[in-house]
């Protein structure tokens, strides 16, 4: 079966073969240096070279970059550096990450936790499905750094456990994402819970209307990041198509033989239109004698965390999500593996191939364990 390549959006860009830094030039504290250096990096992306120095001087920063470019390290590193100074009070957090899905702001504690090992800051983690007892506790105790999803955060905010006028950084991740998933109004409404004088960091890989005037609303004259033209993919992906018949049987059987065609591939993320879909993919995955994984927003938080751990353990090698941060996330490994992603496309399937980047250039969270993988898309209603 021969695969179509498709120009990627930033190939008319110069490749960048070397950063023009160190992170040791960029103003990050020893501690944190000492943290980066440890997990393996001494350059940073030039995401993180154009973002970490202007959010050091306390500057509102709006960065533009594709998935799998390292924007997380680029706000939790300076963040690290400057609550070394300070302590959390009870209740009133000092900094506050809002992420669109419970598993990204997963993946952001656990960077919290990579890099600041010799630090003794209190992180919490407000998601879904999880006690709210739990949470309270971690609040109770004084959070330096909270992270959450937008719905958790206001329930928090609403039974009176949680105090925003204190919080000195704001950090609004994906933002085009949380655009799809409808959370624009929550997220008007914590902004305006907040500080005046707190400092920004807004990150999209996109800037539709919406957007746009959400940082002209609540960005104070922000210094402007971008890296790589908006919607356009990351350098590390390989984006090729296969054609397929309509029926969905024989879509899934163009599927099976994409994936075993594919020698080389040890992990692989199939995304698909609907969480009927995921069900009917993961049984005939499984029928088939793969080793698969289903994940969907109706699973407890419980069965979401053991499917993703399977996955890190590489226990799953295809995994069916209806819904996960977008297309480009496929090409996010953090100091993690490479993995594979796929998205529903009518009659068609894209296979692309992620590698590294950077310090949490972003994926699902597994150990570094460097291999080659391809990712595969689902036509829709397969």
């Known amino acids: 079966m021969g695969f179509q390549t498709l120009p990627n959006a930033t190939s008319h860009l110069p490749k960048r073969t070397a950063s023009l830094k160190l992170f040791s030039e960029l103003g990050l504290s020893a501690k944190v240096l000492a943290a980066v250096h440890a997990a393996g990096y001494n350059e940073p992306t030039p995401i993180q070279e154009q973002a970490i120095p202007h959010a050091l001087e306390r500057r509102d920063v709006l960065g533009i970059a594709q998935t799998g470019t390292g924007k997380t ?13 300070g302590r959390a009070r009870a209740r009133m957090p000092r900094t506050l990450i809002i992420e669109p899905t419970r598993e990204l702001a997963a993946q952001v504690a656990e960077s919290f936790t990579r890099y600041g090992l010799d630090q003794k800051l209190n992180v919490a ?10 949470q309270d506790r971690k609040i109770d105790r004084g959070a330096d750094v909270l992270i959450a999803t937008p719905g958790r955060l206001l329930d928090h905010f609403e039974r009176g456990k949680l105090l925003m006028t204190a919080v000195e950084v704001l950090v609004i991740d994906e933002a085009d994402r949380m655009l799809d998933m409808g959370f624009i109004p929550d997220i008007e409404r914590i902004c305006k819970l907040l500080p005046v004088s707190r400092q920004t960091l807004f990150f999209s890989a996109t800037m539709p209307p919406e957007i746009t005037r959400l940082t002209e609303q609540f960005l104070q ?7 790589a033209k908006p919607a356009s993919a990351a350098l590390t992906v390989t984006q090729r198509l296969v054609a397929t018949k309509k029926d969905d049987f024989e879509k899934r059987d163009t599927l099976r033989r994409v994936i075993r065609d594919q020698t080389e591939l040890t992990n692989a993320i199939i995304f698909c239109n609907r969480k009927r ?4 993919l993961f049984r005939s995955l499984e029928r088939h004698g793969f080793s698969a994984g289903a994940l969907h ?18 226990r799953s ?10 297309a480009a996330s496929t090409s996010r490994p953090s100091a993690t593996s490479s993995i594979s992603t796929c998205r529903s496309m009518p009659r068609t399937m894209s296979i692309a191939s992620a590698a590294p980047v950077g310090p949490d250039a972003r ?15 689902m036509p829709s209603r397969s």
């Open 73 to 85: 390290a680029s706000f939790v590193l300076p963040m690290l550096t400057m609550l070394e100074q």
């Open 363 to 377: 994926a699902l969270p597994s150990p570094w364990r460097p291999r080659p993988t391809r990712s595969i898309s």
């Open 317 to 326: 090698s295809c995994w069916s999500p209806p819904t996960w941060p977008r």
């Open 297 to 314: 927003g109706d699973m407890d938080q419980r069965s979401r965390t053991a499917m993703l751990q399977g996955f890190r353990d590489t």
């Open 277 to 280: 879909d995921v069900a009917t």
């Open 125 to 134: 983690l407000l998601i879904g499905g999880v006690s709210f007892a739990d």
């Open 221 to 227: 004259n922000p210094v402007r990041v971008e890296v």
